[in-house]
């Protein structure tokens, strides 16, 4: 059974490690492991030397140096798929089948489409069922129990950098392949299991097994337990957040209420004002006639009072609550003429940013995204602006398409020549849709608008 071996191959342009390569495929094994401890002196931490290393020390039949730096590896990059399949091979070498197994699954695990582990895996699982089998019958385990694995002796996921490829039709024959050999393993271990009636050397090996398995399965309902509760906290943590969400929302919209019921008001007694102004200077112009009394303004009845809400306090900056929650006063103004703009440049400037960056999170454009927000831009929650953006990071890496809609948008002016947005934005995905009232505060940084908070309500 001979399995792979990965062999380093150079991902960046680099003299030395050049050299070295070189002096591996000449076989000058010994040259190559003190130039390459050598460099590791000024670069303790490259990745790459490390993994030579260790295939060096295996061509040099040093098992357990190899193992160490291996191991070593998995445990600072348990993303990179090479190590945990060179410790396979090294393990089925010196007859430890389990151990090479379960590297080779890890392997698998942190890559899905690596082809060299799912090869391997394949030889291994074949000389296990062989293995039980022969144990089965009280056969003499052959001597060749060492499987020769090939060794894998190129990262080349270092490239990827955590990118995972779609497993490709050769990838899914291969599945394919490892389901049906271990039907076959599963069918030999049931002819064991037959035999162990007529060999009564073998039944106390095989009541160990049992044992050992009633323990695994033990073990597992213990972790399905654990991650049932778990579920049960995060689904009751999830409800809470949303009656506090849904609490905020309703605060801003009796918010948003009171000041449009605030400027209905007032927009009230200034036109009451307006009609008594005019008709005491229409009584001025006809001094003939008696003079009557002005009718008096209307009242205006006042609103109801609203139910009360649980409203979230205030803001402690003080200029951070008039930029964020005051709305705009509507002022009456003349029509546009057909020569001016119906906005002002910078509103349109504005209101492009905003597109820009709802169509940049769409198409899952992470880095226009981001670029989108300013250097000052303050995370809501209390969150780092580094914790906010690996958030944002690992969410719009995930698969499937978005799409994020602006509509009703609103510029206005904010202090310290800020512009505020408003909008309603509609988002949708495969599973998943939502509407809501959003804010962005907007300041022009190097020439261009970014959002330095950003706000959801009801």
Do not use: C
Not at 208 to 226: F, G, N, P, Q, V
Not at 418 to 423: D, E, G, L, N, V
């Amino acid at each position: 059974m001979t399995l792979l071996l990965a062999i380093p191959t150079p991902v960046r342009a680099d003299a030395a490690m050049d050299a070295i390569y070189r002096q591996v495929d000449r076989q000058q094994l010994d040259d190559a492991l003190g130039a390459v401890n050598a460099l590791l002196k000024s670069r303790p931490s490259d990745v790459e030397a490390r993994f030579l290393k260790g295939v060096i020390l295996t061509r040099q039949g040093n098992f357990t140096g190899a193992i160490k730096q291996f191991h070593d590896l998995t445990v600072e990059r348990p993303d990179l798929p090479e190590p945990y399949n060179n410790l396979a091979v090294l393990y089925a070498n010196q007859g430890m089948f389990d151990l090479a197994r379960e590297s080779l699954l890890k392997a698998i695990k942190t890559h899905p489409s690596y082809a060299t582990a799912h090869q391997n895996l394949r030889d291994i699982y074949g000389k296990l069922a062989a293995q039980a089998y022969s144990r089965a019958l009280k056969m003499e385990t052959p001597q060749s129990d060492s499987a020769k694995l090939a060794l894998v002796t190129k990262p080349n996921t270092l490239r990827e950098q955590g990118e995972r490829a779609q497993p490709s039709p050769e990838m899914l024959a291969q599945k394919e392949e490892m389901r049906r050999i271990q039907e076959e393993a599963q069918k030999l271990q049931d002819e064991a299991n037959a035999a162990k009636e007529a060999l009564t050397a073998a039944q106390t090996r095989m009541r160990e097994e049992s044992r050992k398995r009633a323990e695994a399965e033990s073990r597992m309902e213990d972790l399905l337990t654990r991650a049932t509760q778990a579920e049960t906290e995060l689904a009751k943590q999830q409800k809470q957040l949303a009656k506090e969400t849904l609490k905020q929302q309703q605060a801003a919209q009796l918010r948003k209420q009171l000041e449009q019921e605030r400027q209905a008001r007032l927009e009230a007694e200034a036109q009451a004002r307006a009609e008594q102004i005019k008709r005491a200077q229409l009584a001025a112009a006809a001094p003939a006639r008696p003079l009557q009394p002005p009718p008096p303004p209307p009242q205006v009845e006042e609103p109801a009072a609203p139910e009360k809400h649980t409203v979230a306090p205030p803001m402690t900056r003080r200029e951070e609550a008039q930029e964020t929650q005051a709305a705009p006063v509507r002022v009456m103004a003349a029509a546009p003429t057909q020569d001016a703009p119906a906005h002002p440049p910078q509103d349109d400037e504005a209101s492009a940013a905003v597109h820009n960056w709802a169509k940049a999170w769409a198409r899952k454009d992470v880095e226009t995204y981001l670029n989108s927000y300013g250097e000052n831009f303050r995370p809501s929650r209390g969150r780092s602006r580094a914790t906010w953006e690996k958030t944002r990071r690992n969410r719009l890496s995930k698969p499937g398409k978005i799409s994020v809609e602006v509509s009703d948008l609103e510029i206005s002016d904010a202090p310290n020549g800020r512009k505020r947005a408003t909008f309603v934005q509609t988002y949708r995905s495969y599973n998943y849709r939502d509407q809501v009232k959003k804010l962005l505060l907007l300041e022009k940084q190097d020439e261009q608008w970014k959002i330095v908070r950003e706000l959801s309500g009801g």
